[in-house]
């Protein structure tokens, strides 16, 4: 039988007045995960939105976004008879006159890490989530 799982993978970012900061996040044991974007389960017939807040929510705290945005099409990987589909989105944290000054990180997560674009990319290892924030990158742009 094949099971195929939808995850939501979200780039938490701010807009600043000179600048634009990326979070990146990683699970515990630190040294298992590498540092990457907010990635969560989608339930069967939870709506993407739905996922991507609590997701959110639970990993570092944030409720509500500024904005919040679909950056490609979902990236599907198959494994045999098992199969997952990450849906990728950006959520805008901050903004120059409101900017995100404390999170609160959820009891999985090891390190949370606001880093320029840069620094960013260098740090994802997935090259799914290096063309997302690719995207994202060039849209703000």
Known sequence: MFSLEHRIRVFVFQVLDRRIEYLLLR???????????????????????????????AEIGLKRPVHLME???PHKDLFGDMGVVDWPFAWQAGTPHDPVLQLAPG???????????????????????????????TSLQ
């Open 27 to 57: 699970h515990k044991p630190r040294d298992e995960w590498p540092l990457g974007p907010v990635v969560g389960p989608v339930t069967p017939g939870e709506k993407l939105e739905d996922a991507i807040r609590r997701e959110v929510h």
């Open 71 to 73: 950056l490609t099409a």
């Open 107 to 137: 009891p999985m997560i090891g390190e949370l890490q606001w880093l320029p674009f840069e620094a960013a990319f260098r740090e994802l290892e997935l090259a799914a989530d290096r063309d997302a924030l690719v995207r994202l990158q």
